[in-house]
C-alpha cells in the first residue's frame, strides 16, 4: 500500500515507497508515520533537492573508486575488483535499543568462546548431552589436531560477528554466528568514513557513536596475550590474497592497525617459532590475526592440500610461540545446527537467558526433530549441518511436491547433516534510487562485531554492518549475490567512558624508527617487479605509439619499417601476417606474451600485492589508468582512438614515475622499486641501440627521429643542436650522456650505484660486471665514427663493436637481477638467512 498519512513528510520523496503488510519498517512505524530517531535524518533529506542528493551519491561513488574499495564476487562479470555497494541512506539505532543489542552479543560471545573452550578441553557439554557428538565430530572444522590446546587467557574468540534479523514485532533474532575469521568490520569502518563525509552536519548534530575504540580494543588485547618473552610483539594480518572475496577489507585493517599484510609464503616456522620473511632477514612474530579459514592454515596438520598455510603453525600454537586470533577450530561453532541448542547451555554455564534468541532451527540428527521438521518441510528453510556439503540451501515452499519427496528421502537417509530453520521475515530500510529521486524500501540484516578485552569480557563495535537486498521482493541478502550495504549509526552520547584513550606509550629518541623492520620480502619483490613492469609498459607504449603513428599517417614508409624491424628483433611485434593485425595483437593480443594489453596487467597485478606501500593518489593514478586501459578489450578497435590512448598511457606512466620519486619513503622497498626501473630501462635502451646499430637505418636521418622519439629525447637534441638528427649526436645523447636519465651510460652507472648501495647493506657481493661495461662504455670514442680513414667497412665494424657492447650491458643487466631475485626474494643464501633479533 502506498503511505497516505497526512503527517508523512516530502511526498515526492515517498510517493513510490510501499509497505509491506506485517513487515518491521525501520524509518516508519504502523500508521506510516515517521520513527523519532529518524526525524532528523529526513528533515534533511527533506530540505535537499533531488540534485543535491544526486551529489551526495556522486560523492559516496566517487570515494569508493578513488579509494579502491572492492568486493569480489566469483564470476562476477563486473571482474575480479567489484566496486564495494554502498547506499547513501545510513541505517539508524536508537541509544537505548542499542544497549540492549550490544548486552545480548557480548553475553553470546562471552557463551561460544566458553563452549569452544569446553569442545577442545574437557568436552563436557558432549557427555552431558547439552550437544549432539556426531554434530561436533562431523564438523570438518572441529580440528582433532587442537585437542588440549588452550590459548592465553582462555581467549579462544578474539573478534566475533552475529548475524541479525528483525522480526515484525521489532525484535531482533540471531540467524547465524561468525566465528572463524569474521568478515565486515573494516567495510564498516570504511562506509562510516565515506557516509559521514555525505553528511558531515547531521553527523555531528546525532552525536553518532564512534567505531576507534573497538579497533584499539583489538590491538590492546593482541600485543598483551602475545608471548613476546620481553620481546616488541609483532602481529602480522594473514591474508590468503588478492583473490578472496574481502581482499580491500584484509589490506585496509592491515592498514588501520598497523600491522604487515602477509600471505603463507611471507611466513615460516624454526623450532616451533614462526618468523617473517624480511630483507634483513628473519623476524620472529608473536600473533597472527588470521583471515584464512581454519583448515587451510597448517598443510602440515591439517589441510594437506593448502597451498595458503604456513606449515608448523599448529605446532608453534601448541607449545605457546605464537597466537593466533581466532584461535584454531572455532570455526565449529558456525555450523546453523547449534542455534538451537544454545539456550540451554547458556542456562547450564551461566544461569541465564540469551537476551538475543536465536531464529528457530532444528538439528535433524534428532529423531523427533527429523519428524517435525519433514512435516513443516513446506515452512522451512533447509540449510546443510557441515560445510563440507555440496548442497545449496533451499526453500520447502519454492519445492514442487515430487522435489519435497525428494528432499525429504535425501534428509531421511543422513539426517544428521541437515538442519531445519524458520524462515526470517527481514525488515526493511529505505534506500536511495538515484534514477528517479525516490525511497525505496529493501530487506536489510545486520552483522554486529565484539572483540575480546583481555578481562573476559567483549567490546561491541557501536554500528556494524548493514546488508541491503537488491531487489525489492528479495528475501535473503547477500553480498555474494550482490547485495549493497549501509554504514549503521548508533544515535546518542557513546557511553560514559567508552572512548576513554588508554595513555600511549611514550617513544623518546631510542623509539624512533626511521625504516621498516618487518617489510616482507614478497612485497619487496613484488615492488622490483612493479618498477620493472611501470618501465616496460612506457617502453612499449612509446615504440607502439611510434609504428601505429606512421602507419596511419602513412607519408613515411622507410621510418615504420625500420620501427617495424627494430619492434620484430625485440620480440615486442609479431613477424608473419598483415601489419595491421600485428599492430593489433602487440596492442591488445591476449595470447601474445609481449603485448602491451599483457604487460598492464602484469602491472596491476604487481600494484595489487603492493598496494599497502603506494600512497592513495598513487592508486588513484593505477585506478584511472586501468579504466583508460579498458579500450584494449574493445571488439572493433580504432586506430585513432588507440594512438589518443597511447598518449594517454605513457602520461599516465609518467605520473607513475612521479609518484615514486616524491611520494614514497625512501626505504628498502623504494630502492628496490628504483632498481627495477634502472634495470627495465637499461636493458630496453641497451638493446633497442644495438638493434638500431645493426640494421640499415642508422644512416637514415628519418630513423635517428623516431629513435630520438623512443628514447624521449628529441626536445633535448633539438635546443640543443637546433638541426636534424645526425648519427653521432644522437649516439652522444642516447649512448654517454650522464645528463639524460634516457641515456645507456646515465643508466648504466645509476645501476651500479644502487646495487653497490644494496649490496653493502645486505652483505652481499659487489657487481662487477655491470661496473667494468661502463668503463668500457664511458671509453667509447664517438670521434672515431667521423674518421675520414674510415670507409663503409670500417664504420660498420665499428659499429658492430658497440653493438657487442650494448648487448653485453643488456645481458649483464638481467642477470643483476636474476641474482637479485635469489638472494633476496627466494632466500637462496646465507645473506638471507640470518634471524634477526629485536
Same mark, same amino acid.
Given at each position: 500500500m502506498f503511505l497516505s498519512s497526512a503527517e508523512r513528510y516530502m511526498p515526492d520523496l515517498l510517493d513510490l515507497y510501499r509497505r509491506t503488510p506485517a513487515t518491521y519498517?525501520?524509518?516508519?512505524?504502523?500508521?506510516?508515520?515517521?520513527?523519532?530517531?529518524?526525524?532528523?535524518?529526513?528533515?534533511?533529506?527533506?530540505?535537499?533537492?533531488?540534485?543535491?542528493?544526486?551529489?551526495?551519491? +556522486?560523492?559516496?561513488?566517487?570515494?569508493?573508486?578513488?579509494?579502491? @574499495?572492492?568486493?569480489? @564476487?566469483?564470476?562476477?562479470?563486473?571482474?575480479?575488483?567489484?566496486?564495494?555497494?554502498?547506499?547513501?541512506?545510513?541505517?539508524?539505532?536508537?541509544?537505548?535499543?542499542?544497549?540492549?543489542?550490544?548486552? *545480548?552479543?557480548?553475553?553470546?560471545?562471552?557463551?561460544?568462546?566458553?563452549?569452544?573452550?569446553?569442545?577442545?578441553?574437557?568436552?563436557?557439554?558432549?557427555?552431558?548431552?547439552?550437544?549432539?557428538?556426531?554434530?561436533?565430530?562431523?564438523?570438518?572444522?572441529?580440528?582433532?589436531?587442537?585437542?588440549?590446546?588452550?590459548?592465553?587467557?582462555?581467549?579462544?574468540?578474539?573478534?566475533? +560477528?552475529?548475524?541479525?534479523?528483525?522480526?515484525?514485532?521489532?525484535?531482533?533474532?540471531?540467524?547465524?554466528?561468525?566465528?572463524?575469521?569474521?568478515?565486515?568490520?573494516?567495510?564498516?569502518?570504511?562506509?562510516?568514513?565515506?557516509?559521514?563525509?555525505?553528511?558531515?552536519?547531521?553527523?555531528?548534530?546525532?552525536?553518532?557513536?564512534?567505531?576507534?575504540?573497538?579497533?584499539?580494543?583489538?590491538?590492546?588485547?593482541?600485543?598483551?596475550?602475545?608471548?613476546?618473552?620481553?620481546?616488541?610483539?609483532?602481529?602480522?594480518?594473514?591474508?590468503?590474497?588478492?583473490?578472496?572475496?574481502?581482499?580491500?577489507?584484509?589490506?585496509?585493517?592491515?592498514?588501520?592497525? *598497523?600491522?604487515?599484510?602477509?600471505?603463507?609464503?611471507?611466513?615460516?616456522?624454526?623450532?616451533?617459532?614462526?618468523?617473517?620473511?624480511?630483507?634483513?632477514?628473519?623476524?620472529?612474530?608473536?600473533?597472527?590475526?588470521?583471515?584464512?579459514?581454519?583448515?587451510?592454515?597448517?598443510?602440515?596438520?591439517?589441510?594437506?592440500?593448502?597451498?595458503?598455510?604456513?606449515?608448523?603453525?599448529?605446532?608453534?600454537?601448541?607449545?605457546?610461540?605464537?597466537?593466533?586470533?581466532?584461535?584454531?577450530?572455532?570455526?565449529?561453532?558456525?555450523?546453523?545446527?547449534?542455534?538451537?541448542?544454545?539456550?540451554?547451555?547458556?542456562?547450564?554455564?551461566?544461569?541465564?537467558?540469551?537476551?538475543?534468541?536465536?531464529?528457530?532451527?532444528?538439528?535433524?540428527?534428532?529423531?523427533?526433530v527429523l519428524a517435525q521438521a519433514l512435516e513443516k518441510l513446506p515452512e522451512l528453510l533447509i540449510k546443510p549441518a557441515f560445510p563440507s556439503q555440496s548442497f545449496t540451501p533451499v526453500f520447502g515452499r519454492d519445492l514442487s511436491e515430487t522435489q519435497r519427496e525428494a528432499l525429504a528421502k535425501r534428509i531421511r537417509k543422513r539426517p544428521y547433516a541437515y538442519v531445519a530453520q524458520e524462515l526470517a521475515q527481514l525488515s526493511q530500510a529505505p534506500v536511495w534510487q538515484p534514477e528517479n529521486g525516490q525511497l525505496q524500501p529493501r530487506a536489510i540484516g545486520m552483522r554486529v562485531y565484539a572483540v575480546a578485552d583481555g578481562e573476559g569480557g567483549y567490546r561491541i563495535l557501536p554500528g556494524g554492518l548493514t546488508r541491503v537486498a537488491t531487489e525489492a521482493d528479495a528475501e535473503v541478502v547477500s553480498m555474494q549475490r550482490g547485495g549493497a550495504s549501509k554504514d549503521t549509526w548508533v544515535l546518542g552520547e557513546p557511553a560514559q567512558g567508552g572512548e576513554t584513550r588508554p595513555n600511549p606509550k611514550n617513544l623518546g629518541g631510542l623509539g624512533l624508527v626511521r625504516r621498516d623492520p618487518y617489510l616482507p620480502s614478497r612485497i619487496v619483490e613484488n615492488l622490483f617487479w612493479f618498477g620493472r613492469y611501470c618501465e616496460r609498459c612506457d617502453d612499449s607504449a612509446r615504440l607502439l605509439r611510434i609504428m601505429l603513428a606512421r602507419y596511419v599517417e602513412g607519408d613515411d614508409p622507410l621510418a615504420l619499417q625500420a620501427a617495424v624491424e627494430l619492434a620484430e628483433s625485440l620480440k615486442l611485434l609479431p613477424e608473419a601476417g598483415d601489419l595491421h593485425d600485428r599492430l593489433l595483437v602487440a596492442l591488445m593480443g591476449p595470447d601474445w606474451p609481449a603485448s602491451l594489453r599483457a604487460n598492464l596487467l602484469r602491472l596491476q597485478w604487481a600494484a595489487s600485492q603492493v598496494r599497502g606501500k603506494l600512497s592513495r593518489e598513487n592508486w588513484q593514478a593505477l585506478v584511472q589508468l586501468q579504466h583508460d586501459a579498458q579500450i584494449l578489450d574493445t571488439e572493433e578497435p580504432d586506430f585513432g582512438e588507440l594512438l589518443d590512448f597511447l598518449n594517454r598511457l605513457v602520461m599516465s606512466l609518467a605520473a607513475l614515475s612521479g609518484f615514486a620519486l616524491d611520494d614514497m619513503t625512501r626505504d628498502e622497498g623504494w630502492r628496490f622499486l628504483m632498481v627495477g626501473r634502472q634495470i627495465e630501462r637499461l636493458q630496453f635502451l641497451a638493446s633497442s641501440l644495438a638493434e638500431f646499430l645493426h640494421g640499415v637505418a642508422v644512416f637514415d636521418q628519418v630513423g635517428l627521429e623516431w629513435l630520438l622519439e623512443l628514447g624521449n629525447s628529441s626536445i633535448t637534441y633539438r635546443s640543443r643542436y637546433m638541426a636534424v638528427p645526425q648519427l653521432i649526436p644522437v649516439l652522444d645523447l642516447l649512448l654517454l650522456d650522464e645528463q639524460n636519465p634516457h641515456a645507456v651510460l646515465f643508466q648504466l652507472r645509476l645501476a651500479v650505484r644502487s646495487l653497490s648501495r644494496l649490496n653493502e647493506d645486505f652483505a652481499a657481493p659487489r657487481e662487477v660486471g655491470l661496473s667494468i661495461l661502463a668503463e668500457r662504455l664511458a671509453a667509447f670514442d664517438l670521434g672515431s665514427l667521423e674518421n675520414q680513414l674510415f670507409g663503409v667497412t670500417s664504420l660498420r665494424a665499428v659499429l658492430d663493436g658497440l653493438v657487442v657492447l650494448l648487448k653485453q650491458v643488456s645481458e649483464a643487466a638481467g642477470h643483476a637481477s636474476d641474482r637479485l631475485a635469489l638472494r633476496h626474494f627466494a632466500h637462496v643464501d646465507d645473506v638471507s638467512k640470518q634471524t634477526v633479533s629485536v
Open positions: 519498517h525501520e524509518m516508519l512505524d504502523g500508521e506510516g508515520n515517521l520513527r523519532a530517531h529518524w526525524r532528523r535524518l529526513f528533515d534533511q533529506l527533506q530540505r535537499s533537492s533531488v540534485l543535491q542528493l544526486a551529489q551526495r551519491q +556522486a560523492l559516496l561513488t566517487r570515494q569508493i573508486q578513488e579509494n579502491g @574499495v572492492t568486493y569480489n @564476487v566469483y564470476a562476477d562479470p563486473k571482474g575480479a575488483d567489484r566496486p564495494w555497494e554502498l547506499d547513501l541512506l545510513p541505517n539508524l539505532l536508537a541509544a537505548d535499543e542499542w544497549q540492549q543489542i550490544a548486552a *545480548g552479543i557480548a553475553q553470546r560471545a562471552r557463551l561460544l568462546n566458553t563452549v569452544l573452550g569446553d569442545l577442545y578441553g574437557p568436552q563436557t557439554l558432549i557427555a552431558g548431552g547439552l550437544l549432539p557428538a556426531e554434530l561436533i565430530f562431523g564438523h570438518n572444522n572441529f580440528l582433532w589436531p587442537c585437542q588440549g590446546v588452550e590459548p592465553p587467557d582462555g581467549t579462544y574468540l578474539h573478534v566475533y +560477528a552475529v548475524d541479525l534479523a528483525r522480526t515484525p514485532d521489532g525484535r531482533w533474532w540471531v540467524t547465524a554466528d561468525r566465528t572463524q575469521a569474521p568478515s565486515g568490520a573494516g567495510y564498516a569502518l570504511e562506509n562510516r568514513q565515506i557516509v559521514s563525509r555525505a553528511f558531515p552536519e547531521l553527523y555531528r548534530d546525532l552525536q553518532i557513536q564512534h567505531l576507534n575504540a573497538f579497533f584499539r580494543t583489538l590491538q590492546e588485547t593482541l600485543a598483551r596475550q602475545a608471548p613476546t618473552d620481553g620481546e616488541v610483539p609483532l602481529v602480522v594480518l594473514l591474508t590468503p590474497g588478492r583473490f578472496n572475496e574481502s581482499y580491500f577489507e584484509h589490506l585496509y585493517l592491515a592498514r588501520q592497525l *598497523g600491522y604487515p599484510l602477509v600471505e603463507g609464503g611471507d611466513l615460516t616456522v624454526r623450532d616451533a617459532t614462526v618468523y617473517l620473511k624480511t630483507l634483513s632477514g628473519l623476524r620472529r612474530v608473536h600473533a597472527i590475526m588470521r583471515r584464512l579459514d581454519d583448515d587451510f592454515c597448517d598443510p602440515l596438520e591439517l589441510r594437506t592440500d593448502s597451498a595458503l598455510g604456513v606449515p608448523g603453525l599448529l605446532e608453534a600454537v601448541r607449545q605457546g610461540r605464537v597466537l593466533v586470533a581466532n584461535a584454531l577450530g572455532s570455526g565449529v561453532l558456525e555450523s546453523p545446527g547449534l542455534l538451537g541448542f544454545l539456550p540451554k547451555i547458556n542456562e547450564h554455564l551461566f544461569g541465564e537467558e540469551l537476551l538475543l534468541p536465536s531464529i528457530a532451527t532444528w538439528w535433524c540428527g534428532e529423531e523427533p
